[in-house]
């Protein structure tokens, strides 16, 4: 069993190595602009998840994934080349959901800020629907309060 920290460093390694391969020397014209986001290794150093993004439409993103699929042998057998680990890792390509969360994240945002603006506009017309000072106090302070009012009447 490897410990957390040697398959830490896989997991770097292999995205360095999949990005290079992606960028240098995968020639599949279905691959489109794809970033290798994250990789993460398991414990045995057996089996290596990528994470990866692809810039586009749907169809781009389905032609891109169909496109590692194809390429995952060669990228397997230059990770085993580069890494010089005993067992070469299974690859696995999933694509990563960042783009669809973060877009979800600005919606929401937005949708609060509008909805904050709205209760805005409307708190600056309002008035109170009782009192302006709800507050009990003690005796004393109404008697000082009864004697201003008395007196600002008079004016």
């Given at each position: 069993m490897a410990d957390a920290p040697r398959a830490r460093r896989l997991a770097e390694r292999i995205q360095q190595v999949v990005a290079r391969m992606l960028d240098?020397?995968?020639?599949?014209?279905?691959?489109?602009?794809?970033?290798?986001?994250?990789?993460?290794?398991?414990?045995?150093?057996?089996?290596?998840?990528?994470?990866?993004t692809v810039y586009g439409s749907d169809e781009e993103r389905a032609a891109s994934g169909a496109a590692l699929e194809s390429a995952k042998g060669l990228i397997r057998s230059e990770v085993g080349r580069q890494t010089g680990v005993r067992l070469t890792p299974t690859l696995e390509f999933v694509p990563d959901a960042l783009p669809e969360?973060?877009?979800?994240?600005?919606?929401?945002?937005?949708?609060?800020?509008?909805?904050?603006?709205?209760?805005?506009a409307r708190a600056s017309g309002a008035s109170?629907?009782?009192?302006?000072?709800?507050?009990?106090?003690?005796?004393?302070?109404?008697?000082?309060?009864?004697?201003?009012?008395?007196?600002?009447g008079e004016r």
């Amino acid at each position: 069993m490897a410990d957390a920290p040697r398959a830490r460093r896989l997991a770097e390694r292999i995205q360095q190595v999949v990005a290079r391969m992606l960028d240098t020397r995968i020639k599949d014209p279905r691959l489109g602009f794809v970033t290798v986001t994250d990789v993460r290794v398991t414990g045995d150093l057996q089996h290596a998840t990528v994470f990866y993004t692809v810039y586009g439409s749907d169809e781009e993103r389905a032609a891109s994934g169909a496109a590692l699929e194809s390429a995952k042998g060669l990228i397997r057998s230059e990770v085993g080349r580069q890494t010089g680990v005993r067992l070469t890792p299974t690859l696995e390509f999933v694509p990563d959901a960042l783009p669809e969360t973060a877009a979800s994240l600005e919606d929401a945002l937005r949708t609060a800020k509008e909805r904050d603006s709205e209760l805005a506009a409307r708190a600056s017309g309002a008035s109170y629907a009782g009192d302006a000072d709800p507050y009990k106090r003690p005796a004393d302070e109404l008697d000082e309060l009864d004697a201003e009012d008395a007196t600002d009447g008079e004016r």
